[in-house]
């Protein structure tokens, strides 16, 4: 809001995230708090694909959310800006940039399934980025729901400082809502944040009362810190504990800090196109303001962009509120380059992006046919601007398109969504593995590239294997008077690129790379030669190191009825999995350990027909590990190979006769 001189007026705010394991009911909930809140006359449902946050056509046909999705309603006079994440495990990265713009975060449960793979997953991630988080356990009124063991779970696998303030009265069919324990026996409250609170630990110790007031100021100090999480209960689809969730939310989470009047400093997450104004960039600003028509820096790339409109999406709808400022969300219009993980202005007050969503398979697209095949990269183009994780290889000399994906279920999503949205008939490949490489052993890499003049590049690397997961570490040891720094850059920037891949055409990582020798001429040297030759070099240097193959590996835990425990450990063995001594918790085996990606990808659906429906594997990103040495797995390379140094200097100067 804005007053007649153009200034900001102080808005009370909350900037809100919705997470949860698929099925918990997090579009169930936002339905409701919309409609509580008033910012809605009906409510919409996910079955019928009528709920407002259910914006695109695939969602509403498969009744679940594959983008996140941004809406906005007032309650008691706070604006809460409110975004809606996927549940499932194919659409995680939506999940990634959703956490990185949250000031808090409503983290649901179901009373009947518990704590999730994906519930763990996001817990791990706000409990990193220290989201101040409030647990509510939905579907309390289901047949199954058990308030005792999930709290346990919660507990035992996400915190133990999770403090329930509600009660409820009754459980299942008779389920009929919730009491505020605060008020009428905080004992439990009392004794959870005493493990946080001195003055609170000595008046329980010495048996002083503690009043109800003091019991909620000492949780709401510690819960928006993030050291103390509030748990509710409620039945979203019935609208029971719904109005205890919006106090909640004014209650336990903290507001936005920034000001309007600082220099701009934003962060872009979400990138859409719109029919009418083009390409529309979602911006969590943290500091200053961005007016219509105003021209803003894009710090990641280095450019300036006129701002045409700002508008405030809410669901399907949309307004143009033309001023947005510290604090809060809105979709820019106008900014042509930009792309998601960009910042605009300074960088200082962004906060770092999480890193959960690690896609573990490729697939090769084809278009019907030929004259479809322009089209069908446009589009893909496009769907990787609003997904960068999609990573599309376009390989224009073959005429290949390769995407890369996390599931099935993203592969479905991505067919329909050309279909519908684009009106092309796509065909998919069946996925393949993504592996990794990483350097056998430490070893050097020469290049002298001074032929066919004029050129004159000449590097050594040093190369050594790394820890796993640590990815590429990269330093120099030369001076800036024998190698100029604008050269050391250019190798720098490229080393990247030159490990895209290996010696088995894969990418290389865990590994560092030293680079401890450089020259270069006065008069014979061009900045491109260090483009040209740290390819050769370093390529070079991996034929003298050999590379060893990486596989990737899910994190898995497995629940069965006892009866099919054997059946279970037999397949893990057969799929080369590493796991720990099963458990036997009532009539449940449950087992958890780590699996190859390239085993395992039909054993959900076997362990379910094997099991009649009622096994449950629940899985996440497991890191990569050295294969064992009977797996082979070497991918064709793109364009000429490094090591063919005289092929490879005649195709980057485009002399290379086909």
């Not at 936002?30 to 694909?49: K, Q």
């Not at 280095?302 to 999406?313: A, D, L, M, S």
């Not at 004259?371 to 446009?378: D, G, H, K, R, S």
């Not at 350990?593 to 990103?621: C, E, N, W």
């Amino acid at each position: 809001m804005m007053d007649d001189k153009g200034k900001q007026l102080s808005v009370l705010r909350r900037n809100v995230g919705i997470f949860a394991h698929v099925d918990a009911g997090k579009t169930t909930t936002t339905e409701h708090l919309l409609y509580h809140s008033g910012r809605i006359r009906a409510l919409g449902s996910v079955d019928s694909g009528t709920a407002q946050t259910d914006s695109m056509d695939v969602e509403r046909e498969r009744g679940i959310s594959v983008r996140s999705a941004t809406t906005a309603f007032s309650w008691k006079d706070t604006l809460i800006n409110l975004v809606d994440t996927p549940g499932h495990v194919d659409f995680l990265s939506e999940v990634e940039r959703a956490l990185r713009v949250m000031d808090g975060a409503i983290l649901i449960v179901s009373a009947v399934e518990g704590v999730q793979s994906q519930t763990e997953m996001i817990w791990h991630a706000l409990k990193s980025l220290q989201i101040p988080t409030l647990l509510y356990v939905n579907k309390m009124d289901r047949v199954g729901a058990d308030l005792t063991r999930v709290l346990e779970e919660i507990h035992k696998q996400l915190t133990p400082m999770a403090v329930p303030i509600h009660a409820p009265l009754g459980i299942e069919d008779t389920f009929r809502g919730a009491v505020n324990v605060l008020d009428l026996d905080p004992a439990a409250a009392v004794e959870k944040l005493s493990e946080l609170d001195e003055p609170l630990l000595a008046s329980y110790i010495e048996g002083v009362p503690i009043p109800a007031r003091q019991v909620k100021s000492t949780l709401q100090h510690y819960a928006r810190q993030g050291l103390a999480y509030p748990l509710l209960v409620g039945a979203s689809s019935k609208g029971i504990g719904i109005e205890e969730l919006l106090e909640a939310i004014l209650d336990y989470l903290p507001g936005p800090s920034g000001s309007a009047e600082q220099p701009l400093s934003a962060v872009v997450f979400k990138v859409e196109r719109d029919k009418t104004m083009g390409r529309m960039a979602y911006v969590r600003l943290y500091e200053g303001a961005i007016r219509n028509r105003d021209t803003v820096f894009n710090n990641t790339r280095g450019v300036e962009e006129k701002v045409t409109q700002i508008r405030r999406i809410d669901g399907r709808r949309a307004e143009d509120i033309g001023f947005v400022g510290a604090g809060d969300i809105a979709a820019v219009c106008g900014l042509t380059q930009v792309r998601i993980g960009d910042v605009l202005g300074q960088p200082d007050a962004v906060p770092p992006a999480p890193q959960l969503a690690v896609p573990l398979l490729t697939v090769q697209v084809h278009a019907e046919n030929n004259a479809q095949y322009p089209a069908l990269v446009a589009a893909l183009q496009e769907l990787t601007d609003e997904d960068p994780l999609l990573d599309l290889q376009w390989l224009q000399e073959e005429r290949e398109l390769h995407v890369k994906v996390m599931g099935a279920i993203q592969l479905e999503i991505l067919t329909s969504l050309l279909a519908s949205r684009f009106g092309l008939q796509a065909r998919f490949d069946q996925p393949s593995v993504i592996y990794k490489e990483t350097p056998s052993q430490s070893g050097e890499g020469f290049i002298a590239y001074t032929m066919p003049m004029p050129c004159w590049a000449i590097l050594r690397f040093h190369i050594e294997p790394g820890e796993p997961g640590s990815g590429l570490v990269y330093q120099s040891l030369v001076r800036g008077e024998q190698l100029l720094v604008q050269y050391q850059n250019e190798v720098e920037r490229r080393v990247p690129e030159a490990l895209q891949q290996g010696l088995l055409g894969w990418e290389v990582t865990d590994l560092k790379v030293t680079l401890t020798y450089g020259e270069h001429h006065v008069w014979h040297t061009h900045p491109l030669d260090f483009a040209v030759a740290t390819p050769m070099g370093l390529m070079q240097g991996l034929a003298q190191t050999g590379t060893k193959l990486l596989e990737p590996m899910l994190q898995v835990r497995i629940t069965v009825p006892e009866v099919y425990g054997g059946k279970v450990l037999s397949d893990l063995v057969q799929m080369r999995a590493i796991f720990d001594p099963p458990q036997i918790s009532g009539d449940r085996f449950v087992v958890e350990g780590k699996l190859p990606v390239a085993t395992s990808l039909d054993y959900p659906v076997k362990l379910s027909a094997m099991s009649g429906g009622r096994g449950v594997i629940t899985s996440s990103f497991g890191g990569y590990q050295p294969s064992p040495p009977d797996v082979q797995a070497e991918r064709r390379r793109r364009g000429v190979n490094p090591l063919d140094q005289s092929k490879y200097i005649l195709a980057v100067r485009k002399a290379l006769s086909t």
